[in-house]
């Protein structure tokens, strides 16, 4: 089958990049022909909060990335959706998780789908965002017209999506395993990597920084007088997406330099695998969210976590089984869950929970999803 991804990819970084070439790869493996149309403008400049939208590691081997287009130029969306609909793909997947993207994406599978042979598909990240801005409810409806089907990570997209769009097809799948990172190391390797102390207790905050994922709230937590007592401490890693001052102040109020370990930045590919090696517990304080691919880079390096019950976060991590379900905005039940962790020395049994959990989530399954929500259209 020839099959088309549209969405971003190398040399464009972060998760959902790296969840498209994973994609591509799990096709390939089941011997179809795979193409990725990605951007050669994602963000304007302007709108993009970080540090840059492109990575440095190298370019992922055997995978057909096309970088053409344009997220702000209507003419580029008709130049290339009308050279896509002529080369007749049997599936094409969008990656939908902005409305930002809604009137590119949009256009270009409306093209897509009038050449009556190919089935327009998306996996959808979020379809409600956590940060709304307006224009938000047209620019998601515009593009979920053009989609004869959609795949949800989370059953709480699904929800959503069935508030736009009741009678399409859809269907659920978790979010697969991030396994491009490389394999498990010992705790010990990693730590002398990250120049990190042998016996400190360390939790691990990562990915980039916003109001929506907690930090706030996560650094308010590690005040707790028996989390200080126990020297835990917290290795934020990650680029922050908007002013760090808030958190700064958090930290001087409470006193907590000593208990934390800032590495604040994008991390590198090939980096990743240390920090969560090194650590012990994974923390997602998220006060929103729809499903996380930090959940599944630490399901990957077989690594407990604390989420909080927000969006599908909980459908992935069975309380007091692989890690801890806490309610959203509330620090004193984070650190309780910390406390736990480590006075009842939980660490080993979450970890073999974890081994047994994460064969949920296979790429086989997102593939066998995709083409059952194709014979649906």
């Not at 109020?253 to 517990?281: G, H, W």
Request: charged letters at 25%.
């Amino acid at each position: 089958m020839r099959i088309l991804i549209v969405g971003p990819a190398h040399p464009l970084r972060g998760g959902i990049a790296a969840l498209n070439e994973r994609l591509a790869y799990a096709l390939l493996a089941e011997d179809h022909e795979v193409e990725i149309l990605s951007f050669h403008l994602q963000y304007p400049s302007i709108l993009f909060p970080g540090t840059s939208q492109f990575t440095d590691d190298p370019v992922p081997n055997k995978l057909r990335i096309s970088p053409k287009l344009n997220s702000v130029n209507p003419l580029n969306w008709f130049n290339v959706g009308l050279e896509y609909q002529k080369k007749n793909y049997d599936m094409v997947i969008f990656r939908y998780w902005l409305p930002f993207m809604g009137p590119c994406l949009g256009t270009i599978a409306h093209l897509l789908a009038q050449n009556k042979k190919t089935k327009v598909l998306a996996i959808t990240d979020n379809i409600i965002p956590h940060e709304k801005r307006i224009g938000d409810t047209i620019f998601t409806k515009y593009f979920l017209s053009a989609c004869q089907g959609i795949v949800a990570m989370s059953k709480s997209v699904l929800e959503d999506f069935k508030q736009f769009e009741p009678t399409k097809p859809n269907l659920y799948c978790p979010h697969p395993l991030y396994d491009t990172y490389g394999k498990v190391i010992p705790k010990n390797e990693a730590r002398k990597f990250l120049n990190l102390e042998e016996n400190v207790k360390y939790i691990l905050f990562f990915g980039f920084i916003r109001a929506y994922k907690g930090l706030d709230i996560l650094l308010e937590a590690l005040a707790d007088e028996r989390l200080k007592a126990q020297n835990v401490q917290l290795i934020i890693a990650g680029e922050y997406y908007e002013d760090p001052e808030k958190y700064e102040q958090i930290i001087q109020n409470y006193d907590l330099e000593n208990s934390i370990i800032r590495r604040m930045q994008f991390i590198p590919e090939a980096e990743v695998k240390y920090y969560f090696c090194a650590t012990d517990l994974i923390t997602q304080p998220y006060k929103t969210a729809t499903q996380s691919g930090v959940s599944q880079i630490a399901y990957h390096f077989n690594k407990p976590m604390l989420v909080t019950d927000v969006g599908g976060l909980a459908e992935l991590i069975p309380h007091r089984k692989v890690g801890y379900v806490v309610p959203p905005k509330n620090a004193q039940e984070i650190s309780e869950a910390i406390f736990d962790f480590y006075a009842h020395e939980r660490e080993n049994e979450f970890i073999e929970n974890v081994k047994l959990e994460k064969q949920n989530y296979s790429w086989e399954r997102m593939t066998k999803t995709l083409f059952e929500l194709a014979e649906q259209v």
